[in-house]
């Protein structure tokens, strides 16, 4: 793995294997002392042309917690304002020797072109880009739901997967690189996948995603899924009339108190509910489901530090030389070898 | 005792069998309560991956001797992968998980566990790896093989074997825990040369 980019083309191997390393950084995360040397005098650039919050965070604290240094390059108050190609500005991080690339950017496919550009050496990590793909989202996503799963079943996350389960992601999936991410990844992982949401909200071409689509979200809701994920409604992509008014898409759309205690009377005891955030409180989910035992919003920002270093262990750490670095996955095949003993 | 070659140019040689292991981790239980003067205090961390099972095989002899000690409570398994220095030099590792047992390493007398004691470079990590768990009393290190070649200062307490190697040989060690051979667990050191 070079670069993490989608989650489209990551095999179901790679993702297992980075969900298993995220689990002992998730360790590593209840120690007194919540750092790992093993990216010591390596550079993480954060480079974020949207707003975020949780992401740049989640990243920072991941690459830190990994002993990288961190270079923060938020695109207000930088050359780019000033109208500096992405180009150039990759060549002033290839100049800087930065080891890995995190970025975010409005165009999709823009972490694409940076890795495939030539222009820098970096790894590349996509941390979303316009309405393409949102892979370590997704990730932690499947991390939260893969230990909810496990934890039923009485297994140990680590090693498990998705199979048998029933997630339905509901809202604005137009827009939302976080839906796409996930629809390929909880795939790959043997999850089904249900998405619901307004006519004027879903894509075209949806009919060949490996989903089941509905238009209604109480018909969706009876499926019985063992997950709800609620998107947010992305008001600052909005440049049409999607629907008539946020009142009324909150009463279709909105995981409101009612459907809140319709799971409840639908004996759905283990159903969960994920928000990728920031959430719309009110809007697309109410404060009483957000704040419910039933919700993993927490748990997912709680995740996203540790699926982050994991991925920025596998990206960084290993012999930069050797093209066949995930093949040999076999720790023994690397203890034996007698110079690493 | 030289084996057929399973491959061509490599010749294996039994160097301990399991009642050989066996035997030497028996004397490194007792060289342990030994050295610590009964079980007081004790931690025994395996180093992943046949570091563990040993650790876990120490843990019981010296339950049988000390019947005060329960194993599972003082048995650990502490992975060292995000110490190494060699990161950057080999494949992709992932990291195992280190388990700590429930009392903690703070004053303790760890024991650390490896199978094969070679360039010291492991336990070099495994002590970095240690500074950040807590701040054991003492630390120990036992080992079931240490083959020289040493590139650090760094001397095991408790040896289950010396073996004189060239550094073109590999040492192997099967521990039934962990290695099926031919469908079934076996327990043995052997060194392969590829002559």
Known sequence: ?341 | MTMPASESGITKRVVLAAADIDRALTRIAHEILEANKGSRDLVLLGIPRRGFPLAQRLAQKIASVDSSVDPDLITGQLDVTMYRDDLRRNPTRSPLATQLPPSGIDDKVVVLVDDVLYSGRTIRAALDALADLGRPRAVRLAVLVDRGHRELPIRADHVGKNLPTSSRERVRVHLAEIDLIGGSAVNEVVIEDRA
């Open chain 1, 1 to 341: 793995m070079k670069h993490l980019l989608s989650t489209q083309d990551l095999s179901a191997r790679n993702a297992l294997r980075l969900l298993d390393v995220a689990e002992e950084m998730a360790a590593v995360g209840e120690r007194e002392i919540k750092k790992l040397p093993a990216l010591r005098g390596r550079t993480v650039v954060n480079l974020f042309y949207e707003d975020s919050t949780r992401t740049r965070i989640s990243f920072e604290a991941a690459a830190k917690r990994l002993s990288a240094d961190v270079i923060n390059f938020a695109v207000k108050g930088s050359s780019v304002s000033k109208g500096e190609s992405l180009k150039d500005t990759a060549q002033t991080l290839e100049a800087m020797s930065a080891d890995a690339v995190v970025i975010r950017h409005p165009a999709s496919g823009a972490p694409a072109r940076l890795a495939a550009s030539g222009w820098i050496d970096a790894a590349v990590v996509n941390a979303g880009d316009g309405t393409h793909e949102h892979p370590t989202q997704a990730l932690l996503d499947a991390f939260t739901l893969r230990r909810h799963w496990a934890g039923l079943g009485g297994m140990p996350s680590a090693g498990s997967t998705l199979a048998g389960m029933k997630v339905l992601i509901v809202g604005d999936v137009l827009h939302s690189r976080v839906a796409r991410s996930n629809v390929w990844l909880l795939t790959t992982l043997g999850a089904e996948v249900l998405l619901a949401g307004p006519p004027t909200l879903l894509p075209v071409g949806i009919a060949s995603w490996p989903c089941t689509v509905f238009y209604d979200l109480d018909d969706a809701l009876a499926q019985r899924p063992d997950a709800v994920m609620m998107l947010r409604l992305q008001a600052e992509r909005m440049n049409a009339a999607f629907f008539p008014s946020t009142r009324e898409y909150s009463r279709r759309w909105g995981f409101d108190d009612g459907r809140l205690a319709l799971l409840d009377t639908m004996g759905l005891d283990d159903t969960v509910i994920m928000h990728p955030g920031p959430m719309n409180r009110g809007l697309e989910i109410s404060s009483a489901a957000a704040d419910s035992p039933r919700s993993t919003v927490l748990a997912q920002v709680r995740n996203g530090v540790s699926v982050r270093m994991a991925a920025l262990y596998l990206l960084l750490s290993g012999d930069p030389h050797d093209e066949h670095d995930d093949e040999t996955d076999d720790p023994t095949a690397l203890i034996l070898e007698g110079r690493t003993l």
